[in-house]
């Protein structure tokens, strides 16, 4: 039961463009979302976290959008650099369940940011 | 910022025997840990959860003792994989909570092949 999903395996954007990468939770129990980038062998790394009670958080490049209602967020990149490519993950937690939660990871977007 | 340290990086061991991976925190006590697999081009799975001084919490389908985890203080977390197999081979990640159980931050993997 994939209770986070991102339905796009890879994307591809042009340097200086905006990247958007999608994710979709069934699970209306999680209050807390995460986006990860993650390079191969290494661990992820934070990139930008919004709670339920927000629509929108912005930090420089990366902006996360979250649609309640649609059980749906999105990352924004812009401009898109070719550091940038890498894959990215969201995640998912329920708050305030007395100690810290663990996260449910989505499947995963490859972006690759082309010259 | 908050570092975990896990180690080995990679190991190739022989099918039967078994594995230890470490993963301590250098500047921050981690009350809780979090160790993840991931399969190629897959997401990561929460393997266990594991509370300082306590049993760890297992998701459904992962054998606790094929996988022994202990988390004797609250710098150190250990995953053993006892009588690795090939199906073992993975990359496995750890993970600490920080500030609160918004954050977490995550060691940088280990390789595992079993040949």
């Known amino acids: 039961d994939q209770q986070v999903k991102q339905n796009s395996p890879s994307l591809s954007v042009q340097e200086g463009r905006i990247s958007i990468l999608n994710c979709d939770y069934t699970?209306?129990?999680?209050?807390?979302f995460l986006w990860y980038k993650k390079y191969p062998a290494e661990g992820p790394t934070f990139l930008i976290s919004?709670?339920?009670?927000?629509d929108k958080n912005e930090d420089g490049r990366f902006t996360v959008f979250l649609n309640k209602s649609a059980k749906h967020l999105s990352l924004h990149i812009v401009p898109s650099q070719p550091g940038d490519s890498a894959v990215y993950f969201c995640?998912?937690?329920?708050?305030?369940?007395?100690?810290?939660?663990?996260?449910?990871f989505g499947t995963g977007t490859r972006l690759q940011v082309t010259l | 910022g908050a570092v975990v340290s896990q180690h080995p990086s990679r190991v190739i061991c022989k099918s039967g025997t078994s594995v230890k991976i470490e993963c301590r925190s250098l500047d921050f006590q981690a009350t809780t840990m979090f160790w993840y697999r991931q399969f190629p081009k897959q997401s990561l799975m929460l393997m266990a959860t594991?509370?300082?001084?306590?049993?760890?919490?297992?998701e459904q389908g992962v054998e606790k003792d094929k996988f022994l985890i202990n988390h004797a203080s609250l710098t150190l977390s250990t995953l053993t994989v006892t009588s690795a197999h090939p199906e073992d081979s993975s990359f496995y990640i750890c993970s600490a909570a920080t500030t609160g159980g918004y954050g977490y931050t995550f060691g940088s993997g280990t390789r595992l092949t079993v040949v």
């Open positions: 995640a998912a937690k329920r708050l305030n369940t007395g100690t810290a939660s663990k996260l449910t």
């Open positions: 699970n209306s129990m999680f209050d807390y």
């Open positions: 919004i709670s339920s009670i927000k």
């Open positions: 594991s509370n300082e001084g306590s049993k760890a919490t297992y």
